[in-house]
C-alpha cells in the first residue's frame, strides 16, 4: 500500500496502515489543541513572573506580586483567633437566655457544639443524641435532672454518680434482689407502671392485678417517682408517665429493672472541658431538643 495514497471522501492522506480493511488517516492535529497548549504556556510564564515560583537553593523566587503563603496564612489564623476570642467572651460572660436569642452566638453555638458533642458524648449518646440501651436520648423531653441550659450545664460539670465531690446520685434499689419485694409483688407493680404510660395495656391487665401494683407502687417508689409517678428532677428519678425509657419498656427489661436496680454513670467534665465548652454544649442541646433535630 502506498503512503501517498488519499482517502477518496475526505481527502486527506492515509499512513499506510489497515486493519481489516480499515485504513488510518493522517488528520492534522486541530488547531484548537495548538491554542490551548501556546495560552498554557503564557499562563506558565506569566505565573512565573508574578508568583513565588523558582526554588533557589534556601530561598525562592518572590514574583513580582511579592505574595506569601506561609504570611497570608498566618494573617488568617490571627484573624480568626482574634474573632474566636470575641464570641468566646460573650457566651462565657452573657446569660442564656440572651445568647439563646443572638443568632450569630447561636450560629456558633451549632457549629461548635455539633463538634464538641462528637468529639465527647456521641461514644454514648449516638451521633444524632438517641441514645441507646442504658444511655438516654437527649433529644426527647426526658431530662432526669432538669432540661434547662442551668441543669445541663451543671450535670455535664459534675457528672452522674461520678467521682467529682458534687456529683449528681442517683441510684434505683434492688427490690428483688434485696429481698425487699416479693416476685409477686414485683409482678404486680410492672405491670402497674408500664399501663401508666400505656393506658390500652390496663385492659389486659386484672383490675385488681393492677389495684396490688398501685399498692406496691404508693408503699415503696412514689417517694423518687412522686405521687402521680411523673418523676423528681431533685434526685434523677425518670418519669413513668412517658414513653422515655432508657433501658426498655417492655416487662422483662421492667422487670429487671426493678429486681436488680439500676445505676446510670456519667463522667464529670469539669476537669476535661473548660467552662467555655461546657456552656456551648449545654445550648446546643437545649437547641438540639427545641428544634426536633
Request: proline share 5%; aromatic share 10%.
Amino acid at each position: 500500500m502506498a503512503v501517498e495514497e488519499r482517502d477518496p471522501v475526505s481527502g486527506y492522506l492515509t499512513t499506510g496502515h489497515e486493519w481489516n480493511g480499515i485504513k488510518e488517516l493522517n488528520t492534522p492535529v486541530p488547531r484548537a489543541v495548538y491554542f490551548f497548549l501556546w495560552a498554557t504556556f503564557l499562563y506558565s510564564v506569566v505565573y512565573w513572573v508574578l508568583m513565588p515560583a523558582w526554588p533557589l537553593g534556601v530561598t525562592y523566587t518572590r514574583g513580582l506580586l511579592g505574595l506569601d503563603q506561609r504570611d497570608i496564612v498566618t494573617a488568617q489564623v490571627k484573624e480568626a483567633a482574634a474573632d474566636r476570642a470575641k464570641w468566646a467572651k460573650l457566651i462565657e460572660t452573657e446569660s442564656y437566655d440572651t445568647i439563646q436569642h443572638d443568632k450569630r452566638l447561636m450560629n456558633i453555638v451549632r457549629q461548635t457544639g455539633a463538634t464538641l458533642f462528637g468529639d465527647n458524648c456521641a461514644a454514648c449518646h449516638g451521633r444524632a443524641a438517641t441514645g441507646g440501651h442504658g444511655f438516654p436520648s437527649l433529644v426527647s423531653q426526658a431530662f432526669l435532672w432538669g432540661g434547662t441550659p442551668d441543669a445541663i450545664a451543671e450535670t455535664i460539670r459534675v457528672g452522674i454518680n461520678a467521682s467529682h465531690p458534687d456529683t449528681r446520685v442517683s441510684q434505683m434499689p434492688a427490690f428483688g434482689r434485696d429481698g425487699m419485694l416479693t416476685r409477686d409483688k414485683i409482678d404486680d407493680v410492672v405491670d402497674y407502671v408500664r399501663s401508666l404510660s400505656m393506658p390500652s395495656l390496663a385492659k389486659s391487665i386484672a383490675p385488681d392485678k393492677l389495684t396490688r401494683g398501685q399498692v406496691v407502687f404508693t408503699e415503696n417508689c412514689v417517694a423518687c417517682h412522686g405521687d402521680n409517678a411523673t418523676g423528681n428532677i431533685d434526685v434523677g428519678a425518670p418519669n413513668l408517665r412517658d414513653l422515655s425509657w432508657i433501658y426498655g419498656g417492655d416487662a422483662q427489661t421492667v422487670f429487671t429493672s426493678v429486681w436488680g436496680g439500676r445505676q446510670g454513670q456519667m463522667p464529670s467534665w469539669e476537669a476535661r472541658l473548660p467552662l467555655l465548652d461546657r456552656k456551648i454544649l449545654a445550648l446546643y442541646l437545649v437547641d438540639l431538643r427545641s428544634a426536633g433535630r
